[in-house]
């Protein structure tokens, strides 16, 4: 069994990721740490290296991996369902689930961050809230054809556990 997380950035994915795969007992992998962990860069510095073609290859290269592993739970990149018809092949390969976050509350994770997100480098406030809205627009038709799509603002893990688990079921 593979679930692989998906959303925009910011909206949690990573951190969702390893709780689920803790409460369902399974590896937890994130998609980026594996790519840091194999290229020995950050992803910041192949942005800043090459740019984003260079990446969404490395990255593509690294998901088509994910789909050798069971018993997993693989947190995407935000981007990773949007090139190479990576969601087509994600879905193939497991179970999809689209953490949705409105706008306003991507805009108040990511401008609060800690994590450095490249493709928000240099922005205004008001820059980053637009930014969001314009890729959200272009992203949103890929998130949506996850297997699973989950409202996070009105959901907790447990819950997340108890549809996953029912759709597993319901779908066996």
């Given at each position: 069994m593979r679930i692989y997380i998906t959303g925009y950035m910011g909206s949690g994915k990573s951190?969702?990721?390893?709780?689920?795969?803790?409460k369902l007992g399974l590896l937890f992998i994130?998609?980026?740490?594996?790519?840091e962990n194999k290229y020995r860069i950050t992803i910041p510095d192949i942005f800043n290296r090459y740019d984003e073609?260079?990446?969404?290859?490395?990255e593509h290269n690294t998901l088509l991996e994910t789909f050798t592993f069971d018993n997993a739970v693989i947190s995407t990149g935000g981007g990773t369902p949007c090139f190479y018809n990576?969601?087509?092949m994600i879905n193939q390969?497991?179970?999809s689930v689209y953490?949705?976050?409105n706008e306003k509350s991507l805009y108040d994770r990511l401008i609060n961050s800690k994590k450095k997100r490249p493709l928000l480098a240099d922005k205004t406030p008001k820059q980053v809230m637009?930014?969001?809205?314009?890729?959200l627009a272009e992203r949103e038709s890929y998130y949506l054809q996850s297997k699973?799509?989950?409202k996070w603002e009105s959901m907790d893990i447990k819950t997340l556990v108890e549809v996953i688990t029912n759709h597993m079921k319901e779908n066996t």
């Amino acid at each position: 069994m593979r679930i692989y997380i998906t959303g925009y950035m910011g909206s949690g994915k990573s951190t969702i990721g390893k709780k689920l795969a803790t409460k369902l007992g399974l590896l937890f992998i994130d998609l980026d740490q594996l790519i840091e962990n194999k290229y020995r860069i950050t992803i910041p510095d192949i942005f800043n290296r090459y740019d984003e073609d260079a990446f969404r290859l490395v990255e593509h290269n690294t998901l088509l991996e994910t789909f050798t592993f069971d018993n997993a739970v693989i947190s995407t990149g935000g981007g990773t369902p949007c090139f190479y018809n990576n969601m087509d092949m994600i879905n193939q390969h497991g179970l999809s689930v689209y953490i949705r976050m409105n706008e306003k509350s991507l805009y108040d994770r990511l401008i609060n961050s800690k994590k450095k997100r490249p493709l928000l480098a240099d922005k205004t406030p008001k820059q980053v809230m637009g930014h969001i809205s314009k890729q959200l627009a272009e992203r949103e038709s890929y998130y949506l054809q996850s297997k699973l799509i989950v409202k996070w603002e009105s959901m907790d893990i447990k819950t997340l556990v108890e549809v996953i688990t029912n759709h597993m079921k319901e779908n066996t």
